[in-house]
T-cell receptor
Framework: QKEVEQNSGPLSVPEGAIASLNCTYSDRGSQSFFWYRQYSGKSPELIMFIYSNGDKEDGRFTAQLNKASQYVSLLIRDSQPSDSATYLCAVNSETSYDKVIFGPGTSLSVIP | NAGVTQTPKFQVLKTGQSMTLQCAQDMNHNSMYWYRQDPGMGLRLIYYSASEGTTDKGEVPNGYNVSRLNKREFSLRLESAAPSQTSVYFC????????????FGPGTRLTVT
């Protein structure tokens, strides 16, 4: 069974701090890695995707990928209360690239 | 451009009743998906369809059937609802062949009593 694991949290950070969210995956052949944000009672929303080893930055968000360690992370700089949500890590399947496996999510709370 | 739409938004069923959840997308995506989300379990794939006319089982297909009616529409049917199927159901779509990021509908909150 291919798995994607995340710390369930909750992770609490003060406003303005850096929030660091981590994810590990078991399928060595995975090629695409995604971070989704889900507010309570809402549907998941894609915020970042990454395919290559290294860092990808988009505004206050940075995704980091290390395929050798099977590890992907999301950094949120200058965290805002509006960033309080559950963050879902997702990884595509090696055998079927359009099939994505989601982690259980990490709940983030940004304290004003 | 509505993206991914789902109906209904809420539904209460009695054990043994049947119903169909509807999903449609207007982004011309090839792939469509049905997930269920339960507290602490994340999103679990029920069925997906990589293209019109094809469907495949996901992680938790038992008790469900699907139909890919055309490129836009992908429905999920519960033939005989059970309390264990109480969940929030999300439909999603993606454009295969490139980035595979998925776009989600607003969800259906289903309660089976």
């Amino acid at each position: 069974q291919k798995e994607v694991e995340q710390n369930s949290g909750p992770l609490s950070v003060p406003e303005g701090a850096i929030a660091s969210l981590n994810c590990t995956y078991s399928d060595r052949g995975s090629q695409s890695f995604f971070w989704y944000r889900q507010y309570s009672g809402k549907s998941p929303e894609l915020i970042m995707f990454i395919y290559s080893n290294g860092d990808k930055e988009d505004g206050r968000f940075t995704a980091q990928l290390n395929k050798a360690s099977q590890y992907v992370s999301l950094l949120i700089r200058d965290s805002q209360p509006s960033d309080s949500a559950t963050y879902l890590c997702a990884v595509n399947s090696e055998t079927s690239y359009d099939k994505v496996i989601f982690g259980p999510g990490t709940s983030l709370s940004v304290i004003p | 451009n509505a993206g991914v739409t789902q109906t209904p938004k809420f539904q209460v069923l009695k054990t043994g009743q049947s119903m169909t959840l509807q999903c449609a997308q207007d982004m011309n995506h090839n792939s469509m998906y049905w997930y269920r989300q339960d507290p602490g379990m994340g999103l679990r794939l029920i069925y997906y369809s990589a293209s019109e006319g094809t469907t495949d089982k996901g992680e938790v297909p038992n008790g469900y059937n699907v139909s890919r009616l055309n490129k836009r529409e992908f429905s999920l049917r519960l033939e005989s609802a059970a309390p264990s199927q109480t969940s929030v159901y999300f439909c999603a779509s993606s454009q295969s062949g490139t980035t595979y990021e998925q776009y989600f509908g607003p969800g259906t909150r289903l309660t089976v009593t």
